[in-house]
């Protein structure tokens, strides 16, 4: 009798023991949660790297103009055009769109911390000098102005001339 007793017992204090235990498990996955959503928190507020020097490439076509600002390894910080701005066919070219672009981006650039442009010009639109003087304006250094347009080298065949 007092064998069943004691079995009897035993079983009791074991199944507490279990209890007990998925009790802990649930409370440790619970915090582990916890803990998990915290640091998620923290990666959220992401301090903004400060940037003293960059590049500037500026592309005037005779349709558009685009002004994309990045950093020296190339990794763009803010870019946009002058359709982008809101500007309709042919005065998307015009100089004061690529004025206005070139203050767009240089208001998206400034959490940075950019002080230092290498400018890079490509392409024959009119909005050229237009966007070079606004960079000036808008509080930046100007260390270089370089001209990347393409030129052929005698590249593709012309096409015949026309009889008339």
Not at 78 to 87: D, R
Request: charged residues 35%; contains cysteine.
């Amino acid at each position: 009798m007092t064998e069943e007793v004691n079995k009897k017992e035993e079983i009791k204090k074991s199944e507490e023991k279990s209890e007990i235990l998925d009790l802990e498990k649930t409370e440790s996955k619970t915090e582990e949660k916890n803990e998990a959503e915290e640091v998620a928190k923290k990666k959220i507020k992401k301090a903004k790297r400060q940037i003293s020097k960059g590049r500037a490439t500026v592309k005037c076509s005779y349709n558009n103009t685009m002004v994309s600002i990045s950093d020296m390894t190339g990794g763009v910080l803010g870019w946009a055009s002058s359709g982008m701005l809101g500007f309709k066919g042919a005065k998307k070219a015009t100089p004061y769109a690529s004025t206005q672009v070139v203050a767009n981006v240089s208001e998206k650039v400034r959490k940075y911390g950019l002080k230092e442009l290498e400018v890079f010009v490509r392409g024959v639109g009119s909005g050229r000098e237009a966007a070079i003087r606004a960079l000036a304006n808008n509080g930046f250094d100007l260390i270089l102005i370089k001209d990347i347009t393409p030129i052929p080298h005698n590249g593709c065949r012309a096409k015949k001339p026309r009889r008339v």
